[in-house]
């Protein structure tokens, strides 16, 4: 039998059954009690609960008082129970939950607290049984914890049994048979090369020491060098060892069989990455996939296959989920690294990101949200419009202003689509961006928003109507004009339209124009008046010769006012350089 | 007892208690250097020597410093570890060596505690160390000797207490010690040679296990370090591969002790040595062995052992157990410091330090051991002297000084011509690096060149009389020459090595 940790040599001492101290025997009772009943609660609760607390608190009193008094705390360990000088102090024979069978089943057999045991030491302690008891039973391994700690107040006895039981049972041992004898039999009689040698050395140094320039000295300067090649190990991330180590051996491994299983390391590699929320190691990680599978295309057509069948479920349902999930979290340090990982994931990541903007408000990342749509929407209007939604104005703005950006035609039905969400905000959006694609079937998309039933949406249309070689947009406007209805329409509207048929120079408008200014209507005569104000100003604006003789003829009217305006605007109209330029 | 509502843990106590075991930290490390070198200068100089006269000035004032601030300067040593005022004093890189040097000290002296109180004088701190280094103290009762001399010498302010009977090393414990540490030395080429046979039947490779047997070893590298860098002199042919991983192992872990690394990393550490050639597996016998040149398709077939190592470790159904620096360490051992080597990286462009370690131990391990296709074998000091002259390009050369300085000039195992005309066996450095050519040394001839069960000698032990040294290296000598196996003498039971 062994004992491993500080007590490698030393046997159980049996001749401590002998209790002279009742009152020692009634504390370490308590204390044995009091460290199984924090260990309970610990497990069941976070280390902040205040009962926990209450427990660690009363646990640190009463042991810092018996080791003051005492020196030490030997507690002995059984199956399912803990003993103190062999006295039983505390049972617990469920396996799950015993604390005695967590330190027994790894072979500890006797525990120690000695003198100088400080609060920091316990909560560590109290730490690492947690951590023991939260593993399945046959990975975890206390001894192994505690043996890494070092606690300089807290040492153990185990058995080293597994020498023995783990490490060729029934084997003989490979020790080789050494003849003793012949170790102390015949002498050695140095040849006479080496004692030529060493007379020589005699015979120069008499005091000869051999000379210490043979072993570099270690200089003070070597010092910093060595400690901080050890912190440059201490720091890097084990996960990104291993992937960088996983890809070298990709570029290396020939066999296919062999290719596979690291590839299958590396996806597991990626998904600890992704579940630790390593998001900047996860993004090299898909880059340096993408690279070896370009490279590799070339040479193993099968190898660039299982790439590519990682790459792929690096970006399936369920793995856009997680990704959900963890932002949903709210636990991501580094949400640039968040991004440039979603961006590597194009275009599947890019419906994730319409749950994702529903948070952005609340972590401030709206700007980052919109740049990922930026970079990512040009070449993906389809799934960009996935996204919209009609609850989702402000995202569903930036997402028109990014296809309109596009200024690609084929974009104008996505645009058109979105227009069923009947929000003024994203219909006038609409209107914008349709303006932005150089095309007739964009302009002609615009005039379908001058039915709309929001007035300020077809004000916007109006607003943004440009003229195309079909007549069909003059016909539209001309007739919405004509009819009775239009001088109900509002001052802005009646604007909007009057201004896009005066920049026509279309003869039937200029006629039309002038008809209007010399109609008058008793039954409606402030609104007719309104209208024909309207005329006035959008022959002003619209500043061609054909304009300037029509109000010229309006200065002519009956109406004062619609004289005077017409007056007006020429005298503005004579300033300017526009009508000079028109002309 | 505490209620709930006394039970409220102060959180700026805790900020200030651990502000306090910072500074108590830091107090105890320079009391430790400055402890470690004034014993050291006295071994040297004369006591009326401005050195050590100047030593003994420094060592005072760190500790009046330390009671002027904490009341009380205590030294304890237990179970390995060295406290200071009760609060652990960690070594690391920097300070192992007065580390290792103290902890010898005390042991030595089977000195469990010692006090410096409250009106120490410089001259009574002077006169403690010249009695801490009296060589004439008796070797069987040391403790007691001493501290019989501290009583007449008249020193009050300094007290020492004896180590706990359990802690003291007696001949039968140190015996025990070296027993045991060749069960484990053998245990270990067992289950190397267990997880190749379940590897290649695709069993369930036990990995706690050999983390476990890692936790042994470097308890043992611990308490002994010399005994288990012995070991290393054991070399079984026939498994070459299996004993040469834990040769590497040892080596291994005794370095990155040395470096300062912790027990978590030196396990993780052991594991990527004891792994490193798994890959050799991969490679056919007739290849590894074969006699001659190899030519280029053979040579192709070792160079993948290192990667085809690693692949092997991910593998395994207990990956997860397996440190990832032993992937690192099974790819990098033959890569050298300027990355050339094998096999080619596409864009690591570093060597963790475990791979430095392991490439230096395992370049020295493998020259000092006879190969059918080995011309020579090499003695360590030769394989350290061309590893420190014509193959330094390979390896970190921080790592190699240390390596070279862990080693020393005579490494365990050298078989040594001594000035007596005796010849012997070195069993166990001087931890003073002054005396880096004054090891231990096992006498295995007489002056007459009988072959003899001889005691094990400090070369560092002065005659008396005449003050000079009682016995000194002349010449290394190489066994093969004289028939001699190393390894016999650390292997026969008994009162060797």
């Known amino acids: ?583 | 007892m505490l209620d709930h509502s006394e039970a409220t843990y102060d959180e700026s106590k805790a900020v200030s208690i651990k502000a306090r075991y910072k500074n108590l930290a830091k107090l105890g490390e320079e009391i430790l250097v400055r402890f470690s070198s004034v014993i050291k200068t006295a071994q040297i100089f004369e006591q009326n020597n401005n050195t050590f006269i100047r030593q003994i000035g420094l060592f005072f004032n760190r500790i009046q410093n330390a009671l002027a601030n904490e009341k009380e300067a205590l030294f304890q040593f237990k179970k390995n570890i060295l406290f200071f005022n009760y609060y652990r004093v960690k070594f690391d890189f920097s300070t192992y060596d007065s580390f290792k040097f103290l902890a010898d000290a005390f042991r030595e002296r089977e000195i469990g505690l010692l006090n410096f109180s409250l009106g120490l004088q410089e001259e009574e701190l002077k006169d403690f160390i010249l009695l801490f280094n009296d060589t004439e103290t008796k070797k069987e009762n040391p403790f007691e000797d001493f501290r019989r001399k501290l009583a007449a010498s008249g020193i009050s302010h300094i007290t020492i207490e004896k180590m706990h009977p359990s802690e003291i090393l007696i001949e039968e414990s140190i015996e025990e010690q070296k027993k045991f540490a060749k069960k484990v030395f053998f245990k270990s080429i067992t289950h190397l040679q267990e997880i190749i046979q379940r590897e290649r039947q695709r069993k369930r490779i036990k990995v706690k296990t050999t983390q476990r047997l890692m936790q042994t070893i470097i308890d043992l590298i611990i308490q002994n370090e010399s005994i288990m860098v012995g070991l290393t002199n054991l070399k079984n042919h026939n498994e070459y591969t299996l004993n040469h991983s834990v040769n590497v192992c040892l080596l291994s872990l005794c370095l990155g002790r040395r470096l300062g690394l912790d027990k978590r990393e030196l396990r993780d550490l052991g594991i990527s040595a004891f792994f490193h050639d798994i890959g050799k597996l991969e490679v056919p016998e007739e290849i590894l062995n074969k006699p001659g040149k190899l030519n280029d398709k053979e040579r192709e077939e070792v160079e993948k052992h290192p990667y085809q190592g690693a692949v092997k470790l991910t593998s395994l159904e207990d990956m997860n157990l397996i440190p990832v620096k032993a992937l690192c360490v099974a790819m990098e051992h033959h890569i050298d410091a300027d990355l050339s080597g094998y096999p080619k990286y596409w864009k690591k462009n570093y060597m963790d330090i475990f791979s430095k370690i392991v490439e230096i131990s395992d370049f020295f391990d493998a020259i000092t051991t006879e190969r059918p296709y080995r011309k020579k074998v090499m003695s360590r000091e030769e394989a350290l002297k061309l590893m420190l002259k014509d193959f330094s390009y390979k390896f970190d050369p921080l790592i190699l000084k240390v390596f070279a300085n862990m080693l020393g000039i005579y490494p365990i195992g050298s078989l040594v011509a001594l000035n007596s005309g005796e010849v012997g066996i070195v069993t166990e450095l001087n931890p003073n690096k002054e005396f880096m050519a004054r090891p231990r040394v096992k006498l295995i001839s007489d002056e007459t060149g009988n072959k003899i069960d001889g005691e094990i000698v400090d070369l560092a032990e002065k005659d008396s009389a005449t003050n000079t040294f009682k016995r000194t290296i002349l010449k290394s000598l190489d066994p093969k020459q004289y028939n001699i196996k190393i390894s016999d003498y650390f292997l026969v039971e008994g009162s060797y090595l």
């Open chain 1, 1 to 583: 039998m062994r004992f491993s940790n500080f007590s490698t040599l030393n046997k159980l001492d049996k001749g401590e059954t002998l209790i002279e101290d009742p009152a020692e025997l009634q504390k370490a009772k308590e204390i044995i009690q009091g460290l199984s009943k924090t260990f309970s609660l610990l497990k069941v609760y976070p280390p902040d609960n205040p009962s926990v607390k209450v427990s660690i608190e009363v646990f640190c009193e009463r042991i810092t008082e018996f080791l003051g008094e005492y020196d030490v705390l030997k507690i002995g360990i059984d199956e399912f129970s803990f003993a103190f000088r062999g006295e039983p102090c505390f049972m617990d024979n469920q396996r799950r939950k015993s604390l005695p069978f967590l330190f027994f089943k790894d072979g500890m057999r006797e525990i120690a607290f000695y003198k100088g045991l400080s609060r920091e030491e316990i909560q560590d302690f109290l730490k690492v049984v947690k951590e023991a008891s939260n593993i399945p039973p046959e990975d975890s391994d206390i001894v192994a914890l505690l043996w890494e700690k070092e606690f300089p107040h807290i040492q153990y006895v185990s058995l080293n049994e597994f020498l023995d039981s783990d490490i060729g049972f029934g084997k003989e041992e490979l020790g080789l048979e050494i003849d003793k004898l012949k170790l102390t039999s015949d002498s050695i009689k140095l040849t006479q090369e080496d004692l030529v040698e060493i007379q020589k050395i005699k015979t120069e140094h008499p005091a000869s020491q051999a000379s210490l320039s043979d072993i570099p000295s270690i200089k003070e300067s070597d010092i910093p060098e060595i400690q901080s090649m050890i912190s440059a190990s201490r720091e890097r991330s084990h996960l990104k060892e291993l992937m960088v180590l996983l890809f070298e051996m990709l570029c290396l491994e020939k066999r296919d069989e062999q290719f596979s299983s690291v590839l299958n390391v590396l996806e597991k590699c990626h998904y600890e990455m992704v579940n630790n929320k390593d998001f900047s190691n996860a993004s090299i990680l898909l880059k340096r996939l993408l690279d070896l599978k370009v490279i590799l295309s070339a040479k193993s057509d099968e190898k660039a296959k299982l790439i590519e069948r990682i790459l792929i479920k690096t970006k399936d349902e369920s793995s856009i989920a997680k990704l959900k999930d963890i932002f949903c979290d709210g636990k991501i340090k580094d949400y640039e690294s968040f991004f440039q990982y979603l961006e590597l994931l194009i275009p599947e990541t890019i419906l994730l990101i319409g749950d994702i903007w529903e948070k952005v408000e609340e972590h401030g990342l709206c700007r980052r949200t919109l740049s990922f749509l930026e970079k990512s929407g040009p070449n993906q209007v389809g799934t960009l419009i996935k996204i919209a939604r009609a609850e989702r104005v402000s995202l569903t703005k930036e997402i028109i202003s990014i296809i309109g950006k596009t200024g690609d035609k084929k974009a104008v039905p996505y645009l058109l689509d979105l227009a069923r969400f009947q929000d003024r905000a994203i219909s006038i959006e609409i209107i914008s961006a349709l303006k932005k694609i150089d095309s007739d079937t964009a302009k002609k998309a615009i005039l379908k928003f001058l039915f709309e039933d929001d007035e300020k949406v077809r004000i916007t249309a109006a607003e943004n109507l440009e003229y195309f070689e079909d007549k069909s947009c003059l016909d539209t406007i001309f007739e919405i004009v004509k009819k009775k209805d239009f001088k109900k329409k509002s001052k802005l509207e009646k604007e909007a339209f009057l201004n896009f048929l005066a920049k026509s120079r279309n003869d039937n408008v200029h006629i039309f124009f002038g008809s209007l200014l010399k109609k008058s209507n008793i039954l409606f005569k402030k609104r007719q008046n309104e209208t024909r104000l309207c005329v006035v100003s959008a022959l002003e604006s619209a500043a061609t010769p054909e304009a300037v003789a029509i109000l010229k003829e309006g200065t002519h009217l009956r109406s004062k006012s619609i004289r005077q305006e017409c007056h007006i605007a020429l005298r503005k109209l004579e300033k300017s350089d526009a009508l000079k330029v028109k002309i």
